[in-house]
C-alpha cells in the first residue's frame, strides 16, 4: 500500500525566513497532493494542494512543488510568521475519494519572532 | 454554517467502558471519515462511510464500530476502551468522488 514519509519532524525558523518540508510516496498512481495545517487544539485544515498534471502550485506565501519521477512533494513556506507556526502535514491520494488519503507524520513548525 | 462538529470535547474512560462519539456536518457532504491521531504517526483511517446508508473499515477498524445515522451524522463506537485506543479522534466529510476532506475539531480520549 501507499506510505508516505515526511521530513523534517520538527522545523524552527526565525520570522521572515522560508521553511520548506518535504514528503515522499511510494505508490505511483497517488494522483493528488494535499497539504493540511493543524493549529494547537484543532482540526487540521486544508492550505494548499497539487494534483499529478501539475509540477508547481503558489497561494501567496506557499507554495508546492511536485516531482513524479522521484515521488516528491515539498511544501515552501515564504517570509514566515509567528502566525504560520503549526503541525504541517503531508498526504497522497489514491483516485477519487478521500478514504484512500494516506497522511505523513507531520512537521512542527515553530517560527520564532 | 458550521462545517463539522464532534462531541464531545474530551472524555476520560476506565478501560472496559463503552463509548460514541458523534459527528455532524452541515456541508452537503456525501463521504465521512472517522481518524485516530497519534504522536509521530499522522492520522489513520478507522472507518469511513462514502454515502449515506454505506461504511467501509479503513487501516485501523479493531476495535471500533460505526454508524452512519443519515447524512449528516456519523458516529464512532468503543464497546470496550482498552489504553491503546488512547488518541485524539477526528471526523471529516467531503463532497462525493471529491478528495479534499474537512475536518472536525477533534475529541481527545484517554483510557486508564
Known amino acids: 500500500g501507499e506510505n508516505v514519509e515526511q521530513h523534517p519532524s520538527t522545523l524552527s525558523v526565525q520570522e521572515g525566513d522560508s521553511a520548506v518540508i518535504k514528503c515522499t510516496y511510494s505508490d505511483s498512481a497517488s494522483n493528488y497532493f494535499p497539504w493540511y495545517k493543524q493549529e494547537l487544539g484543532k482540526g487540521p485544515q486544508l492550505i494548499i494542494d497539487i494534483r499529478s498534471n501539475v509540477g508547481e502550485k503558489k497561494d501567496q506565501r506557499i507554495a508546492v512543488t511536485l516531482n513524479k519521477t522521484a515521488k516528491h512533494f515539498s511544501l515552501h513556506i515564504t517570509e514566515t510568521q509567528p502566525e504560520d507556526s503549526a503541525v504541517y502535514f503531508c498526504a497522497a491520494t489514491l483516485g477519487t475519494g478521500g478514504f484512500k488519503t494516506i497522511f505523513g507524520a507531520g512537521t512542527r513548525l515553530f517560527v520564532k519572532a | 454554517n458550521a462545517g463539522v462538529t464532534q462531541t464531545p470535547k474530551f472524555q476520560v474512560l476506565k478501560t472496559g467502558q463503552s463509548m460514541t462519539l458523534q459527528c455532524a456536518q452541515d456541508?452537503?457532504?456525501?463521504?465521512m471519515y472517522w481518524y485516530r491521531q497519534d504522536p509521530g504517526m499522522g492520522l489513520r483511517l478507522i472507518y469511513y462511510?462514502?454515502?449515506?446508508?454505506?461504511?467501509d473499515k479503513g487501516e485501523v477498524p479493531n476495535g471500533y464500530n460505526v454508524s452512519r445515522l443519515n447524512k449528516r451524522e456519523f458516529s464512532l463506537r468503543l464497546e470496550s476502551a482498552a489504553p491503546s485506543q488512547t488518541s485524539v479522534y477526528f471526523c471529516?466529510?467531503?463532497?462525493?468522488?471529491?478528495?479534499?476532506?474537512?475536518f472536525g475539531p477533534g475529541t481527545r480520549l484517554t483510557v486508564t
Open positions: 471529516a466529510s467531503s463532497e462525493k468522488d471529491r478528495v479534499e476532506q474537512y
Open positions: 456541508m452537503n457532504h456525501n463521504s
Open positions: 462511510s462514502a454515502s449515506e446508508g454505506t461504511t
